[in-house]
């Protein structure tokens, strides 16, 4: 009674519990099965010939906080035809050393925030072990919904150096992740989707690469083009920050120093700088006439991005375009030329307030290095 409540709690299936030995860091349980009739993989025959037993050390799933193993009383038949085999086990796949549970366990903590050599340690196999099941789970993609948001993150993949992320915005679920963000690559991908399902996408949302705008247009031709604010907006703090940078060239070590150290007043929005910040900003900006007009731009299109009325938007952002290419500065010059060619899709923002904030906290996932870096 006692042995079939043991064999219960291992719940492995035709199995029986022989002897546990216990040790501080591990666990060892002997195990057998019951001799039944095999079907010979050679002739196709029935037969109950035992040949001879082998005993097999299995790795199983941790135990008491030990590491388990198992250790199996293997049974090799002999057929009439002269082939000898072992019988098949439910619990064990053919020509491995673990249990097929614990193969699923490690493939279930693959789905946590947690390294690989973590995983390793926990199921008490090595990071190479985990890594060739890592290489054997297959994932197939969701569905396409109204919108899609694809990004490139940096990884380590032989394929390349940069690797793409494809995410649904709305439900903030990633939707597949791929090798390759080469346009080639990508536009095969989404020429083996459902033709009907890519033309019910609404929204597509990317960054400000053409390739992707050039494959949602073609592939996508129902779906809104958006660029993500943050690409965008980040455009006039490089443009200011330039102005900045240049403007140093010619002040002394001391006062570039200082420039240098108190950038983030200059920016940091002028309104939320409290008022001894903004004195001191307000200094730094009657230092040069291309500073002071950078810091206006800068502080005007952030307004424009910030405003709710769509109409306003589009107004002032093709002002702010005209005011930019007058301005004299030759960083928000190039600015400028690079929203009136983007005009149309930085209006879907503004318009249906899509992002890839969603893609960008996934890239962020990856890159972090304690996560999926494979030490």
């Not at 008491?64 to 038949?77: E, P, S, T």
């Not at 490690?106 to 199921?123: C, F, G, W, Y």
């Amino acid at each position: 009674m006692l042995n079939k409540h043991i064999t219960s709690l291992l719940n492995l299936e035709g199995i029986f519990v022989k002897k546990i030995n216990h040790a501080d860091n591990y666990l060892k349980i002997y195990i057998e099965t019951k001799a039944t009739t095999q079907i010979c993989p050679c002739c196709h025959q029935q037969t109950k010939q035992i040949h001879d037993y082998r005993y097999q050390k299995i790795k199983d799933l941790p135990l008491q906080f030990k590491d388990c193993y198992l250790i199996l009383k293997k049974r090799r038949y002999r057929c009439k035809c002269g082939k000898r085999f072992y019988e098949k086990y439910p619990f064990l796949a053919r020509y491995q050393q673990r249990t097929t549970r614990l193969t699923q366990y490690i493939a279930n903590e693959l789905r946590n925030s947690v390294s690989i050599k973590a995983v390793a340690e926990k199921s008490n196999v090595s990071h190479s072990t985990v890594t060739r099941i890592l290489d054997t789970i297959h994932y197939s993609s969701f569905p396409l919904k109204d919108a899609i948001a694809i990004d490139e993150f940096k990884g380590n993949a032989e394929t390349g150096k940069y690797q793409c992320i494809i995410v649904n915005p709305k439900k903030n679920y990633i939707m597949d992740i791929l090798p390759d963000r080469t346009q080639s690559h990508l536009s095969a991908y989404f020429r083996e989707m459902n033709r009907n399902e890519r033309h019910r996408v609404k929204f597509f949302v990317c960054d400000m690469w053409q390739p992707y705008v050039d494959l949602a247009y073609s592939y996508f031709p129902n779906a809104v083009v958006i660029i993500d604010k943050y690409h965008f907006i980040r455009h006039v703090t490089w443009a200011i920050e330039n102005v900045r940078k240049r403007i140093q060239k010619s002040m002394s070590p001391t006062l570039r120093k200082y420039y240098k150290r108190s950038r983030k007043l200059i920016l940091t929005r002028y309104y939320k700088l409290k008022d001894e910040d903004k004195k001191a900003c307000d200094l730094m900006l009657l230092y040069n006439d291309d500073l002071r007009k950078a810091h206006m731009l800068k502080e005007w299109f952030y307004d424009i991005c910030h405003n709710e009325k769509y109409s306003i938007q589009r107004k002032e952002l093709f002002e702010w375009i005209k005011n930019a290419e007058n301005s004299g500065i030759k960083e928000f010059k190039k600015c400028a030329a690079t929203f009136r060619h983007w005009s149309k899709e930085i209006l879907n923002a503004f318009k249906y307030g899509l992002t890839n904030g969603v893609t960008e906290g996934f890239n962020n996932k990856i890159k972090v290095p304690s996560v999926y870096r494979m030490v």
